[in-house]
């Protein structure tokens, strides 16, 4: 069908560049692309991503307003210590791509439904031997390399237009669009349920009043416990008060550690782990071997810092009255971006009975509600699936042979040099599927980079020296967590933004003095063109 269409449809020539999705990563990349006046298709109708499309009522900011900005557009109330809710947010991106006329370029409605290779072999990466020894090459290749085939969100039957472009930004992330179902026995999947099932996803489109329906006065299950888990079931309780409430259960298969706030023991949090001095403890890609040695013996401090703020969460939660202790230490959460800040009342409703918790590793579905292994049985009117999204399912869906069987290494994880670009794919960079503790500061921070490269301030690594830099960031990350598949750079964020400022000719450290280069906390702010000290930092 898409060959018909290419064939009955003039092949539209409007810029060098496209970028797909205009949520975070997507105005962050139109920003420091803007002087190729780039093309951002926007299959919905306002930017944001996730938090125009996956954000509940009750969905806040995960970290303060200075650790969630660009470096060039503060918040208005930036040392407001309350952590900013979904619309708060969607407000600050809108001003943000306003005020850098940034709405110009999205074409809002155009779903990008296919994308063909039409480069020569001098362009493409296959995966070869001799591929992955060779050049990368310019990422403006002088003619289109790649043809985006784009229809209207709107109209799913009209006719699929088609644009070339010589380099292709993809920033359509790992959440949303395609929600992760689990899989059943035949007989037990959710059509034995009588009550209602929903995904987050669907869930989130609800306005107000909708969501509150769906739940008052309902026995609810809501299955997760991460941070969408959480934040349904404290809905699900608030909805539920009075007399005439119900309780929500939540179906509990992996513990992970929850914060109360950014504060251990009347110390801010960004001392154990964001600041130079702290990630100092911790392996880094490129270590030479006196720092390898020293991360070595310094292995008992890291696993002290872990129990320390083990030991205040245990004190201020009551992770064991409800079984919710984890058995894996909170260095590992951390590592893999999966810290979540509790809601301030989430604890209280428990204690009042309104959330209720229940382990179980695997469970399905009975006419009256949820059945599990022990034999055990949860009565429920409405299931909730805070289950995730099928991220790399989305962005397979559109890539072509053979680059579609080349996005995933062994292990299962998108190997991205710099967090951007895949050695084996040819003029395409993937922003945003590298997670960190701040995404849209290294979103930013990469797009910085990514412009860079396209301007040819500085030449790529060849394949094989991109594979091998990959290869080291993920065997660090496999060292550091079991959950290294999330594939998150927390524990050496600052190493990481260290070398890509090398690669653009910028100073690495970015403080104007020696006590805040060790213990404040980098930010956005600190990577502005106009900052950083007058040395480079000593290499390790």
């Known amino acids: 069908m898409a060959a018909q269409h290419l064939n009955q449809t003039h092949l539209h020539s409007v810029s060098k560049i496209g970028i797909i999705g205009a ?46 900005e660009f470096s060039d557009y503060p918040w208005s109330e930036r040392d407001n210590a309350n952590f900013p809710s979904h619309v708060e947010v969607l407000d600050y991106l809108h001003g943000y791509a306003t005020h850098f006329d940034l709405l110009k370029l999205i ?19 296959e995966s070869s031997e001799n591929s992955k020894s060779g050049e990368y090459g310019n990422l403006l290749a002088g003619h289109p390399v790649w043809e985006v085939g784009v229809q209207s969100s709107n109209h799913p039957d009209s006719t699929i237009e088609w644009y070339g472009f010589e380099f292709i930004v993809v920033c359509i992330g790992k959440y949303g669009d395609i929600p992760r179902i689990p899989s059943f026995p035949r007989n037990k999947g959710q059509e034995v349920f009588k009550g209602k099932v929903m995904h987050s996803m669907d869930y989130s489109k609800l306005d107000q009043e909708a969501a509150r329906e769906l739940v008052k006065g309902k026995k609810v299950a809501v299955m997760g416990y991460k941070k969408s888990a959480i934040d349904l079931a404290l809905e699900c309780a608030e909805a539920n008060q009075g007399p005439d409430g119900q309780p929500c259960t939540m179906v509990v298969r992996t513990l992970h550690w929850t914060v109360p706030s950014y504060w251990i023991w009347g110390l801010p949090f960004f001392l154990f ?32 810092v ?15 009255k409800y079984g919710l202790k984890p058995e894996h230490p909170f260095l590992e959460d951390y590592a893999s971006c999966q810290m979540a800040i509790l809601p301030e009342n989430f604890f209280p409703e428990a204690d009042k009975g309104n959330i209720r918790f229940k382990r179980a590793s695997k469970w399905w579905f009975w006419n009256g509600g949820i059945e599990f292994e022990d034999n055990t049985r949860l ?26 069987s080349l996005m995933l290494d062994s292990s299962g994880t998108m190997p991205l040099y710099r967090g951007t670009i895949h050695p084996l794919i040819p003029n395409m960079a993937f922003v945003g599927f590298i997670e960190s503790v701040s995404n849209l500061h290294t979103a930013e921070l990469r797009c910085k980079w990514l412009s860079r490269v396209v301007d040819k301030e500085f030449k790529l690594p060849t394949v094989k020296e991109m594979l091998d830099q990959i290869s080291r960031e993920m065997e660090v ?22 070398e890509i400022c090398e690669e653009m000719g910028w100073k690495s450290w970015r403080k104007s003095n020696w006590f805040s280069e060790a213990f404040s906390p980098y930010n956005s702010r600190d990577y502005n063109e106009e900052r950083g000290l007058n040395f480079l930092a000593p290499q390790n």
Request: glycine content about 6%; charged content about 20%; hydrophobic content about 35%.
């Open 23 to 68: 949520g975070i990563s997507g105005i962050a990349a139109a920003k420091q692309l803007s002087g190729h006046s780039p093309v951002v298709f926007e299959a919905t109708d306002s930017i944001g991503g996730v938090w125009k499309h996956c954000s509940y009522n009750s969905t806040k900011l995960q970290t303060p307003r200075c650790d969630f």
């Open 306 to 320: 872990s129990k320390f703020i083990e030991s205040y969460l245990l004190w201020k939660l009551p992770l064991v």
């Open 273 to 304: 782990y964001s600041t130079r001095s702290s990630q100092f403890l911790h392996e880094r890609p490129n270590q030479s071997f006196l720092k390898a040695l020293f991360c070595l013996f310094s292995s008992p401090m890291r696993k002290a």
């Open 379 to 404: 009565e429920a009117d409405v299931v909730l699936l805070a289950t995730g999204y099928e991220g790399k399912k989305k962005l397979q869906s559109v890539l072509p042979e053979p680059f579609r």
């Open 107 to 125: 074409k809002f409605g155009s779903r990008v439904v296919e994308i063909r290779y039409v480069g020569d072999d001098s362009t493409s990466t």
């Open 477 to 498: 990350m496999k060292r550091t967590t079991r959950f290294y598949k999330r594939h998150c750079i927390s524990t050496f964020s600052i190493n990481h933004s260290d």
